[in-house]
């Protein structure tokens, strides 16, 4: 491919170094679990900064306490890490937690280096932006010198093989190193595999021993089990079973028969070996090149299934045919397929046949053999009811075989990864062609062994022992047990035998703050000075700029809004690409979530699922060749462009980059010189039906979420199923109490109340068991501390909590259920009370509030949306206010705006005013979560919306009265009744009453005639004080 280019660039180099690191928590920051945040690539001209770990677990001493010799450390998890146990991993009293130690995360003994994640340098999970690839390639120059062979261990079942490491292959490769897979850990000749075996026997129905063979001059086994191996019946079919002393035969030949006990070559089998040998035996036996392979009785292992070894044999220059009447076959008159009459076979291949042959047929093999053709016999065991001895031993017996098929199976647990897939090295030599193509150690001059699945033998272990002991470097990747992925004993049965200083924890390393997205991908951040391994060099990764152009080809879609990119650069550097912006249904078996979705009705997990197939097939449509499908690797698709937002960062929270995907809708393969790259995936996938709007800050939001209205009204795609006015009343109820999560009071900007607010213009309060914590220079309330201030004046009102926040839903994980608590009707009674306009309920969403502490955006309220459709509103975001607010075809009937990240724009706060002036309402949501700078803001924003109400600097906890006993999430019905905000939500008639000006809508206090102290519902005066409601946590069924 051509070289990298960003638009403005003639080119652009490689960086020395990426770090994903920004200062302190910045960069790699994590605040909740939604997919945009955190990771930015910066340049280091330096060297490396930081290393990243894909689900890793750490190292611990050779007694396995905490690792604290700092000789063998040469990277530690940052300070803010932790050691946690997983379900259906290592016990959790055999888990090192590292309380009080630095966590290690890669060491190293002599040459010996071990590293926690076994992802770190895969295609899928290598951290190539940091350059985990670059600190290797230090490592092996150190320990192997400036070039090498590199074996990568594939003997032993490992998820994480050399194809998964494409990439890195061609980095190491450019700088000198090759690597290749090691099929095979045997040092000393070749070795078979073999699954789900058969064995051979004598004739008679005994074993077949080597005095058979010695009287027999053509008789003669090539392939024998290991000494470790045993045989049994599966099948209640009288196995003729070996003893103890006894060899077991898995591979016979009696002149130009040859009888294998497996089906040896398949497809499913990747063993090289296995193919290598078999030509062999092939070039042994056959004498011509015709090869007939018969599927004319109803065999399970046709051609289909060895298409890899019959393309290699006809490589060879075999010609292999199926053959549908063997007998036609046989005698020279068809292959059976046509009519046309067929070559003259050289040999034929039956496997395990489902039917039994005629006498004719027998006669027309016996001919055929004895006319000096050639037959292999293929035999499989018995396990599960497959039994097809009987039909093979018919022929046996016909041919006068010196041997015959045993209805068994062969069993090894020594040498594989289950006792049926077993290998063995009692191999006739004879039959290995010269260049079988397989590597052994004593190539070598360093072995990569990923996570096995299967323990290493006695001979595996000796061969790795003695490895070390010549020079070789050995480097080996462990992983967490998250999700049952234990597999650290293997690796520690190494350690223990190479008598290493470190062993493999158990448990997986996470880290809230240093991580490179979620928060199981660490990152490494102090490296020991005794290693010389972390100096900059060119390295695999890109260094994305925001403005920047990136061009590259589809090669994996993960579903409608997620796909692989291999970019146009050196080494085909590839990224998990987040089609920015959008979000499609979930597939099985992720379960689907009909909240998320706009009218969609509660019960409609079926037609999400659908949509998300169609989503998914929708883009295998536009971006993959024909005939791909879903998460299929290395495809060769389409050409496309990424860019990316201007408000939004370049990676989310999983690491992944956040773009926009673009593509030539006439050319499938565009140059990315010439190409038009003119169809936004992203946008059309959206208009189409296809995708729900992903309101997070993205700039385009508000021009996605236009298009997704307009696929909404015309019932486009997924929309199909919604019916916004069918939606039913949920949580609509008086309200009793309220939850108030991560509270912070109101203060005022006045100074004659010493910054207090009036009781009358308080709606809530905290209960009188409540504390107040003063931060800075607080207001101190001796008092009830209030919790929501009413501006009815100027229409403002500030919540001291984020009232409507997901997290705390029971279904989202929280530890009590919330549903019975009047948030919501009484937050949406506030906003019908201040306002005097009809439309929707806009969320602010623009101003850096999505995924920062302490705020909200759309994506964080799914239940109270549902909750406003129930009762005919719609919750909906905007991000530009200035442009998008003043347009809207009916005024909003309120705006909520949490926390922001950044002071708003002047034309924001223009806009918000004049929207409040035109009858709006505007509700500033604040939470003791926010960051101070952004509690500021708001703040800023109320000066500049004309009320004197603040947030205080302070936090609200209250010990007795709270939810999952967290202080922190406090319960009050200390409410203020001369407040219409406590029944049910029923939305008022507007009035077109020119003398119904603001503050004297029907809506004010001052005219239902029940004055703060009068009404008899004042806080504590109200006959339901806090604690004897009968709604009180304990009551709902999920407080305390």
Not at 46 to 70: I, R
Not at 571 to 579: A, F, K, L, M, P
Not at 623 to 649: C, N, Q, S, Y
């Amino acid at each position: 491919m051509v070289s990298f280019r960003a638009i403005g660039e003639s080119g652009i180099d490689r960086r020395a170094f990426v770090s994903l690191l920004g200062t302190t928590t910045g960069a790699l920051a994590l605040s909740r679990s939604s997919d945009a945040v955190t990771t930015t690539d910066s340049a280091s001209g330096d060297g490396l900064e930081s290393l990243s770990f894909y689900s890793t677990a750490s190292q611990v001493s050779a007694a396995y306490g905490p690792l604290t010799d700092e000789e063998h450390v040469v990277a530690w998890a940052s300070e803010n890490a932790y050691v946690t146990s997983t379900d259906d991993g290592t016990d959790d009293a055999d888990v090192v937690s590292y309380e009080d130690a630095r966590i290690p995360l890669i060491t190293q003994d002599g040459t010996v280096m071990g590293i926690g994640s076994a992802g770190f340098l895969s295609d899928e999970r290598g951290g190539f932006t940091v350059g985990n690839e670059e600190f290797v390639l230090n490592a092996w120059e150190q320990l192997l010198g400036p070039e090498g062979t590199v074996l990568w261990d594939e003997s032993h079942e490992q998820y994480w093989d050399l194809s998964r490491h494409d990439t890195f292959r061609r980095y190491a490769d450019d700088n000198g190193y090759e690597l290749r897979a090691l099929e095979e850990f045997a040092t000393d000749g070749t070795t078979l595999q073999f699954y789900s075996t058969a064995s051979q026997v004598a004739p008679g129905g005994d074993v077949l021993t080597e005095a058979h063979l010695t009287a027999d001059d053509d008789l003669e086994v090539l392939a024998w089990a290991e000494p470790t191996a045993t045989n049994g019946d599966r099948t209640g079919s009288d196995a003729v079973e070996y003893g103890d002393a006894e060899r077991i035969p898995l591979l016979t030949r009696d002149d130009r028969v040859v009888g294998i006990g497996a089906p040896l070559v398949e497809d499913d089998s990747d063993h090289e070996e296995n193919r290598a040998f078999v030509r062999g035996v092939w070039d042994a036996v056959i004498d011509g090149g015709t090869v007939y392979w018969d599927e004319s009785h109803d065999q399970y292992y046709d051609t289909d299934r060895f298409e890899t070894f019959i393309a290699d044999a006809e490589g060879d220059g075999y010609t292999v045919t199926a053959a549908d009447d063997l007998r036609a076959v046989l005698e020279g008159a068809s292959d059976g397929a046509d009519e046309t009459t067929a070559p003259d076979a050289d040999a034929v291949v039956i496997t395990t046949p489902a039917t039994a042959f005629t006498d004719a047929e027998l006669a027309a093999l016996e001919s055929f053999v004895a006319d000096g053709g050639a037959v292999l016999l293929h035999d499989q065991s018995d396990y599960g009811g497959h039994n097809e001895t009987g039909a093979l031993n018919e022929i046996a017996a016909r041919l006068d075989l010196g041997f015959r098929f045993n209805a068994d199976q062969v069993a090894d647990d020594t040498s594989g990864w289950d006792e049926h897939v077993f290998t063995t090295a009692a191999v006739d030599e004879t039959y290995v062609p010269n260049e079988s193509g397989s590597v052994g150690l004593a190539d070598a001059d360093g072995l990569v062994i990923t996570t096995p699945q299967s323990t290493f033998d006695e001979s595996e272990l000796a061969a790795l022992e003695s490895f070390v002991a010549d020079g070789g470097a050995l480097f080996l990747f462990d992983q967490s047990d998250f999700g049952g992925n234990d597999r650290t004993g293997i690796l520690n049965e190494i350690a223990e035998r190479l008598d290493l200083a470190f062993r493999f924890n158990g448990g997986q390393v996470e880290d809230e703050v240093r991580n490179a997205g979620p928060v199981y991908e660490p990152v490494a951040t102090e490296f020991s000075p005794a290693f010389d391994y972390f100096d900059g060099r060119d390295g695999i990764g890109i260094e994305f700029d925001r403005h920047g152009e990136y061009y590259g080809r589809i090669t994996r879609v993960f579903d409608g809004d997620t796909v692989e990119v291999e970019f146009d650069t050196e080494y085909g550097h590839r990224e998990i690409v987040r089609n920015v912006g959008v979000d499609t249904a979930e597939t099985p078996p992720t379960a689907a979530s009909p909240r998320e979705w706009v009218g969609i009705p509660d019960d409609a997990t079926v037609h999400l699922h659908d949509w998300g197939e169609r989503a998914a097939a929708f883009a295998l449509e536009r971006l993959a060749p024909d005939g791909a499908a879903v998460d299929e690797g290395d495809l060769e698709g389409r050409h496309v462009k990424i860019t990316f937002d201007e408000a939004e960062p370049i990676r989310g929270n999983y690491g992944r980059l956040l773009g926009y995907l673009h593509y030539d809708p006439d050319d499938f393969t565009a140059d990315f010189d010439a190409g038009s790259f003119a169809v936004n995936y992203n946008r059309r996938i959206v208009a189409d039906g296809y995708a729900r709007v992903y309101s997070s800050g993205f700039a385009a939001h508000d021009e996605f979420a236009a298009l997704e209205e307009n696929a909404l009204a015309a019932g486009r795609g997924v929309w199909s199923a919604s019916d916004v006015d069918a939606r039913t009343a949920i949580r609509n109820e008086p309200v009793e109490d309220l939850f108030v999560p991560s509270a912070r009071s109101i203060r005022s900007a006045r100074g004659r109340t010493g910054g207090r607010v009036r009781d009358e213009r308080v709606a809530v309060s905290a209960a009188a068991s409540a504390e107040q914590h003063l931060e800075g220079d607080g207001v101190a309330y001796d008092g009830d501390v209030p919790l929501v201030g009413v501006d009815e004046r100027r229409r403002v009102a500030l919540v001291g909590g984020l009232l409507i926040d997901e997290r705390y839903e029971a279904d989202e994980g929280f530890g009590a259920d919330t549903s019975g608590y009047g948030n919501f009707p009484f937050l949406t009674n506030l906003l019908d009370c201040l306002s005097e306009t009809d439309g929707d309920v806009i969320l602010a969403g623009g101003q850096g509030q999505f995924n920062a502490a302490g705020s909200l955006s759309l994506e964080d309220c799914k239940y109270y949306r549902r909750y406003l459709e129930g009762v005919d509103e719609r919750l909906r975001q905007i991000n530009d206010l200035e442009r998008t607010l003043p347009d809207e075809s009916e005024p909003p009937r309120a705006v909520l705006l949490s926390a922001p990240a950044h002071e708003l724009a002047v034309g924001d706060c223009l806009a918000l005013r004049e929207y409040r002036n035109a009858g709006g309402a505007v509700v500033l949501l604040g939470s003791a979560a926010a960051d101070a700078d952004h509690t500021r803001h708001l703040n800023r924003l109320a000066a500049q919306l004309g009320t004197d109400l603040r947030f205080n600097t302070d936090r609200v906890v209250d010990p007795d009265r709270n939810l999952a006993d967290d202080p922190a999430v406090l319960e009050t019905a200390a409410f203020n009744h001369s407040f219409p905000l406590f029944d049910a939500y029923e939305p008022s008639d507007r009035t077109d009453d020119a003398d119904e000006a603001p503050g004297n809508s029907g809506h004010a206090r001052g005219h239902r005639g029940n004055g703060p102290g009068n009404s008899g519902q004042t806080p504590g005066h109200g006959g339901s004080p806090p604690g004897n409601s009968g709604h009180t946590p304990g009551h709902h069924g999920g407080g305390k």
